[in-house]
């Protein structure tokens, strides 16, 4: 009888001591898992720092980003940026006077070139007189030009000082429900400046940021499971397939007389188009039906088109300079690289200094 | 159904779970294998069942007149044989033959005709099922076995190609779940996962585009991209094998490897024992050897080699390139042997020499890579322009895209690791988890896969073969 005891406590004993041992091992596996986490996330901040964006639906961009900041993209290219006081990518100087507003998407953002190569910083060193910006970049990813043209009156109100209005586009071919919705314009709201936006954020929300922000594998493993989900999406810009040109020419017309109303300004819009590297080794610029009514309708409004099409061509001739495309990713395909920038930095010069 | 998609991983369970339910019953075993084999080739495609019906119909049936030894064997074996060879050599050539046609005619023939996935890897399996018949290495087997067999779905799109006596001895043995084979294949398989997603698809960009336009780029430039080519395809199809292999291990069946560090192959044929050795293999096997081998005299030794690597050349593809490719590869073999001939005569041994081991490792690396070329572009135009572009060092848009350096600087690495720890024999090893540092290498290993894989459409290369 007691042997038996003994021996149903040993069972016991012995199950007991076998939990105990899965448990440990579960537990060893997550601090391994924790460890990798952090290591992994470590590493990430030398490709992959976003930085973190508020929704600002009132004022002269949909969004803007956590002040005083920096952010490194690796995906494409790679460069590394500093976020300014006003959540724009800008050095923290202060702007003169009169200044140049430089506007478009994420092409203008210029995440993925380096510091003082993008066409707002190569402009900023033609144009800038002494320590202060001449040309303010507002760039703001997924920013094309119908989200431009409805943001028009804001930017108008958040920056009075600009002399000059400079948006870059990608595309001359929009939805015609985009351009119509530009129509209605969005109201600027004080509240929407980065500083009032910060006050009135609470600690628990500020903390949480830092959070994000300190947390990029996370949001690169999202961005991983984003593009796998869409794999056929293309993250530059959303292609519209047909238009009725008529209607198009109405619709931009009165997008552009609208902004040709609210500023009294110089309003310049510099356009780089797509390119293809073709198989005998030339380099095609693809063409839209609708560049050529685009530019006509921005004349007849008084507003500067510049199409970088022929530099394009040009420095491609010389030198077989790409514009497009980065040593990480492929010729021709995504965002424009240090020579399409420097590209469209001097054909806004030349602009500039004949107006 | 690609083994990276997250459907697989479901069928995967789902079929782990029924195989291994009944692990005393060989038959239900043998019984679920081939049911889900079925399935898993009817998800890749359901028009070609039958084609792989028939191709196991067809060499269970010749099997089974041949182990007779009766007197027309042998003209039973050639029937087999012509009759397999047949269906594959349709398949490839057909549309070639037509666009030959449709030349010389109106332009009239707008149909292609589809090759069933996987075929030149389960013909040659069918063959050596009804060599091995006949040459007594295994026993005939019932048409269930020979359905299984040539249908095993890890194997199905793109081999290993598995001899059937290595084959049949591990199917006639119940599996009972084992957790060191689940634990060992997982991680084989997170290694092709790796192989792939991480480093070929991500070097599969690159060469596209590259390859897409020779003619735009910089003979430097090209030079690169033909390295980034050597690289995608060595593990491109490397990683797919590991994880076939992966696969049937979990499940209790041993192949062997299909690749052992092919890069570091100092000749032309020690490259091919380590390139798709599973097809190096059953080319020696099934057509070097009963060819006369080396038996016959040098004369008939090299034609041999060129035969082989012919074959070799024409089971990838119909395109003249890959005619070129096979030549030219065997063209390498017999200028190897004929130096081997001649350093043997006068007895002079160069391999005691490190620095000519490296420098024969160099310049086979290097050949291999160029014979690449024909193998990617099939097109003969294109090869020329590139090699013209690489050797004259032509201008062009200079593009060095920075994961073929870091994927050529850790391939060397290995290789190199492998060559002076390993005897040149690949370093893998699963980790048995019992230290702590291992679970935490392992954990990095699996999220640095998710950082950096590739997340873009791309199939495997040799799923086209």
């Known amino acids: 009888m007691e042997n038996y005891y003994a021996n149903d406590e040993m069972i016991g004993y012995m199950n007991m001591k076998k939990k105990l041992a899965n448990c440990i091992e579960f537990a060893q596996w997550m601090v391994a898992l924790a460890i990798a986490m952090l290591v992994c996330n470590m590493f990430t901040f030398v490709f992959y720092h976003p930085a973190i964006e508020v929704k600002t639906d009132n004022a002269a961009t949909p969004g803007k980003m956590t002040p005083n900041a920096w952010c490194i993209y690796g995906n494409e290219g790679w460069g590394i940026e500093y976020i300014d006081q006003n959540g724009y990518v800008n050095e923290n100087k202060p702007l003169e006077d009169k200044y140049i507003l430089a506007v478009g998407s994420s092409q203008t953002e210029g995440f993925h070139t380096p510091v003082g190569q993008r066409w707002s910083d190569l402009l900023n060193q033609k144009l800038a007189t002494n320590d202060k910006l001449k040309v303010y970049n507002i760039g703001h990813s997924g920013y094309f030009f119908p989200q431009m043209a409805k943001h028009f009156q804001a930017m108008c109100k958040e920056f009075p000082e600009m002399e000059t209005i400079v948006m870059e586009i990608s595309d001359t071919k929009f939805a015609l429900e985009d351009l119509q919705s530009a129509m209605t314009q969005v109201d600027f709201d004080e509240n929407q400046k980065m500083d009032k936006i910060y006050a009135n954020m609470s600690q628990k929300q500020k903390l949480k940021r830092k959070l994000k922000e300190n947390v990029p594998l996370l949001r690169w493993l999202h961005l991983q499971y984003e593009t796998m989900k869409n794999r056929q999406h293309d993250s530059v810009a959303e292609t519209v397939e047909y238009i009725d040109l008529e209607e198009y020419g109405k619709l931009l017309e009165s997008v552009l007389h609208m902004m040709r109303e609210t500023f009294d300004g110089n309003v310049i819009i510099a356009y780089h188009p797509s390119v293809i590297i073709q198989s005998n080794g030339d380099m095609k610029i693809v063409e839209k039906e609708t560049d050529l009514l685009f530019a006509e309708k921005c004349k007849e409004n008084g507003i500067t088109f510049i199409n970088c099409s022929n530099a394009f061509k040009q420095r491609y001739e010389q030198d077989y300079a790409v514009p497009i495309g980065f040593w990480n990713t492929t010729m021709g395909e995504g965002h424009i690289n240090s020579v399409g920038h420097a590209i469209i930095a001097d054909e806004v010069y030349k602009e500039i200094i004949i107006e | 159904m690609s083994f990276l998609s997250f459907s697989f991983v479901m069928f995967l369970i789902i079929v782990l779970l029924l195989y291994f339910a009944g692990n005393k019953n060989l038959t239900y075993q043998k019984a679920v294998l081939l049911i889900v084999s079925y399935i898993f080739y009817a998800l890749l495609d359901i028009r070609f069942m ?96 020979v359905c299984l067999y040539i249908g095993f779905f890890p194997q199905i799109v793109s081999g290993p190609i598995v001899k059937a006596r290595d084959f049949f001895p591990q199917m006639n043995t119940a599996h009972k779940f084992s957790e060191t084979r689940l634990i060992d294949g997982g991680q084989r398989f997170l290694v092709g996962a790796f192989e792939k997603m991480v480093i070929a698809d991500r070097l599969s960009i690159a060469v596209g585009s590259v390859y897409s336009a020779p003619a735009a780029y910089s003979g430097v430039s090209l030079c690169w991209a033909v390295i980034a080519y050597s690289l995608q395809i060595y593990y491109d199809f490397a990683g797919y094998s590991n994880m076939a292999i992966a696969v ?50 040098r ?133 048995k988890f019992k230290k702590f540092s291992e679970k935490v290498i392992f954990c990095i290993f699996v999220i640095i896969i998710f950082m950096f894989a590739y997340m873009g459409e791309n199939a495997f290369i040799y799923a086209q073969f």
């Open chain 2, 299 to 431: 004369i008939r030794k090299y034609i041999n080699l060129m035969i082989v690597m012919l074959v070799s050349g024409l089971w990838h593809g119909s395109s003249l390139t890959f005619l070129i490719w096979g030549v030219l590869h065997g063209l390498a073999s017999i200028i190897h042997s004929i130096w081997v001939d001649i350093m043997k005569k006068y007895n002079i041994r160069l391999d005691k020499y490190q620095f000519f081991e490296y420098l024969s490792i160099a310049i086979n690396y290097i050949w291999v890579s160029l014979l690449w070329i024909p193998f990617r572009t099939q097109s003969v135009s294109d090869t020329i322009v590139i090699l013209k572009r690489i050797f004259t060092n032509a201008r062009g848009i200079q593009y060095i895209y920075i994961y073929t350096v870091i994927f050529f600087v850790f391939m060397a690495g290995v290789g190199l690791y492998a060559k002076l720890k390993n005897d040149g024999k690949s370093i893998w090893k699963p980790l």
């Open chain 2, 248 to 297: 049937a291990y979990i499940l209790g069946f041993d192949y062997g490897d299909n690749f052992d560090l092919p890069y570091i192959a100092s000749n032309p044929s020690d490259f091919w024992r380590r390139w798709h050795i599973s097809l190096s293999s059953w080319l020696k096997e099934y057509l070097y050897i009963p060819l006369g081998g080396s038996r016959k005299g």
């Open chain 2, 50 to 145: 039958g084609v792989l019906l028939l191709i196991s119909l067809w060499s269970w049936y010749i099997a089974k007149r041949c182990s007779k030894k009766q007197e027309k064997t042998r003209l039973y074996v050639s029937i087999g044989c012509i009759g397999l060879i047949g269906v594959l050599a349709f398949f490839k050539y057909c549309n070639y033959v037509l666009k030959v046609i449709d030349n010389y005619i109106d332009h009239s023939i707008t149909f292609n005709i589809l090759m069933p996935i996987g075929l030149s890897f389960y013909v040659f399996q069918a063959i050596s099922y009804v060599c091995d018949v006949v040459h007594g290495k295994v026993n005939e087997k019932s048409l269930l076995d």
